[in-house]
């Protein structure tokens, strides 16, 4: 999954993006080179593009596996042989995204204009995993930087998707390291998260997708500057101080949602280990006693 995510990041730095709201029921298709696509959702299916022994691995999807209305997204797990992004994203994998490819020249534009604060995205699916296989589905919310000519991610839902043979409703909470308007957001779902366990037709169907609800501003806004991580990046520790009395201990997430650990604050601020941590984005988020959620933020850990 590292390597997906490295691939949104790519591909949420270009300057295009889509200009329509993503059609989360997928009722629309449109004709696309050699395949269809769902209207303002990319598939990996571009990877037939760019070399015809690559496989397509996201299709039309009816009858018992829509979830409502006429069609839903199946994305089925292939082995591509000739992937031009080994770098960036895994041979063994199927995937669709918000956005779109223009192939010549190659270019990304990568999810459409939302200026919101949802506290969740939500969505029916049902996975069919080949072996122990695991899909997954992630959803940011950015902004454009002018000072760096980039966007900053400043908010991220994700949800692992084991075996779940009949359509399931999942709803994915989406944490917040910043107290700033998106204006994009991007979706992205795979049907193989990890390479090494990655297994040839698995597939996921997926359909009615939503961002819902509304993240506030004002409480956030009055921890900022009075809760500090450090090092940031880490490596073999961080640090996390608050300020505050009702901060009584800290859970930590990675970016696709799941929990790493929860540690007590003493003395108001608390050391973690994070030598077994592995490379990459994770959200630290602070509670009080009764558990309800004081501050949200995030660092990395680079080796």
Avoid at 1 to 18: A, D, N, R
Avoid at 143 to 161: E, F, M, P, Q, V
Avoid at 281 to 297: A, E, M, N, P, R
Wanted: charged content about 20%; overall charge neutral.
């Amino acid at each position: 999954m590292k390597k997906i995510i490295i691939l949104l990041f790519i591909l949420t730095s270009g300057i295009l993006k889509s200009t329509a709201q993503p059609n989360g029921g997928f009722e629309n298709w449109v004709p696309e080179y050699t395949f269809e696509s769902p209207q303002h959702w990319q598939t990996f299916n571009f990877l037939s593009l760019l070399d015809s022994q690559n496989p397509l691995s996201a299709f039309k999807a009816t009858g018992i596996d829509k979830h409502s209305g006429n069609y839903a997204l199946k994305l089925k797990t292939v082995y591509f042989p000739n992937n031009p992004m080994p770098d960036y994203m895994d041979d063994t994998t199927g995937g669709a995204y918000t956005g779109k490819i223009n192939p010549s020249p190659l270019s990304f534009s990568v999810g459409f204009p939302y200026t919101w604060r949802p506290g969740k995205m939500e969505f029916w699916g049902k996975y069919q995993a080949v072996g122990g296989d695991t899909a997954a589905a992630l959803v940011y919310l950015q902004k454009w930087n002018d000072s760096t000519g980039a966007r900053d991610t400043i908010a991220l839902g994700g949800t692992n998707i084991t075996t779940t043979p009949d359509y399931t409703f999942f709803s994915v909470n989406i944490t917040y390291y910043s107290t700033e308007l998106p204006d994009t957001a991007a979706i992205i779902f795979v049907s193989s998260k990890h390479n090494d366990i990655a297994r040839v037709n698995s597939t996921l169907f997926i359909d009615d997708v939503s961002l819902t609800g509304w993240v506030g501003v004002d409480e956030q806004k009055s921890y900022e500057g009075k809760v500090k991580s450090f090092p940031n990046p880490a490596r073999d520790e961080i640090t996390i101080v608050s300020q505050f009395e009702e901060a009584d201990h800290v859970e930590i997430t990675d970016v696709s949602g799941k929990l790493i650990g929860s540690y007590k604050i003493q003395n108001y601020k608390v050391i973690i280990n994070t030598s077994a941590f592995a490379d990459g984005i994770y959200f630290h988020t602070l509670h009080d006693k009764k558990d309800k959620i004081l501050f949200k933020g995030k660092f990395s850990v680079v080796k």
